[in-house]
């Protein structure tokens, strides 16, 4: 048995952000907003206030989210929810805003910390308050998954939790809300999308609807991502990545993530390299390790994203696949972890907690090649100082 869970309504297209209002006034009677002092900054947190005004609705405000969504962020925001007593929620932003909105909307109506919830030690029992989620970037697709992802600042780790509850009732996707992201952010974030949507095509419990989804979501990538990156006003490819960030989050949420999330949440929690980043450092190297392992499925991207390999064999076509990444990696300016800037003395000396976390997170239990402890260590230190320079696979 297969199961497909999205949200209620998703609501997508260009100007679509001015839906804020109406959704909202038919789900709640008094809006938090969750975003980020990015968001703030550049105005789109009063454009929102701005929608619902229009339609005669209060709100309250938390713009405190960081780069990486913390417990902290969470009992912020749970403060200022309860205190000015919300019933609806909107998170504005990339993938934390959306992340840390999501845990506020479960645990305004369940007991405990969010902490308590991590590796399914206990569901959610009562309904959560409903949450719009409108994103501002093309990567997480977190508005479309029961999936967040919160730092534990005491243990220095990051908790995914994954239940139905954490489903937001909207997703708002207006590619417009993206044309304001830097072309880094750009990169990281669309190279996440990738990630989500190769992952979930080879995790091991991948089916026929995330399939569909992953492997148009890898198309319009690959087809997409560069243009956006060379100029971010070009609607057509920031439209293209929305919509497909969009399905990838979908693809992942059902079937998976892999082996690359698993090793990319320990980098983030103990170095706080941004989600799209430490994934996208990882993606070529953990691709090399799965190949040949998942030879037929990634010969089976190759096909559609590179058609003049058609009839390569589908060791040849796998191959091309990792070149291919390779080159993406390279053309948006990928940094490894050293040229990040993570201390080598560092890095050694908590690898083995970051492959322990890595394995307890149960993502790489999804990947076609399972790892052990000692061969996470080593893909570590593999994609510590991992160059993207070689030669590509020409068509």
Known sequence: MYELLVPSRVVYGRDTFAEVGPQAKALGTKALIVSDPVMEKIGLVARCEQYLQQVGMTFAKYTGVDTEPTDVHVKEALDVCRSEQCDVIIALGGGSSIDAAKAVSVMMTNEGTISDYVGNQKRFTEKPLPLIAIPTTAGTGSEVTKVTVIIDTKMDVKMMISQPALLPAVAIVDPLLTVSCPPSVTAATGVDALCHAIEAYISRRAHPVTDALA??????????????????????????????????????????????????????????????????????????????????????????????????????????????????????????????????????????????????????????????????VALYHYCYDYQYDTKTVSS
């Open 215 to 376: 492997l148009s979501a890898i198309e319009a990538i690959v087809g997409h991502l560069r243009r956006a990156y060379e100029n971010g006003q070009d609607i057509e490819a920031r439209e293209k990545m929305a919509i497909a960030a969009m399905k990838a989050g979908m693809a992942f949420s059902n079937a998976s993530v892999t082996l690359v999330h698993g090793m990319s949440r320990p980098i983030g929690a103990l170095f706080h390299v941004p989600h799209g980043v430490s994934n996208a450092m990882l993606l070529p190297g953990v691709l090399e390790f799965t190949k040949d392992s998942a030879i037929e499925r990634l010969a089976v991207i190759v096909r559609i994203i590179k058609p003049p390999l058609k009839d390569v064999s589908d060791t040849e076509a796998a191959e091309a696949l990792v070149e291919e990444v390779k080159q993406l990696c390279r053309d948006l300016h990928i940094p490894n972890m050293k040229t990040w800037g993570i201390d080598k003395t560092a890095f050694d000396k908590v690898v083995d907690k970051m492959a322990a976390d890595a394995l307890a997170s149960g993502s790489p239990a999804n990947n076609p090649k399972v790892p052990t402890h000692e061969e996470i």
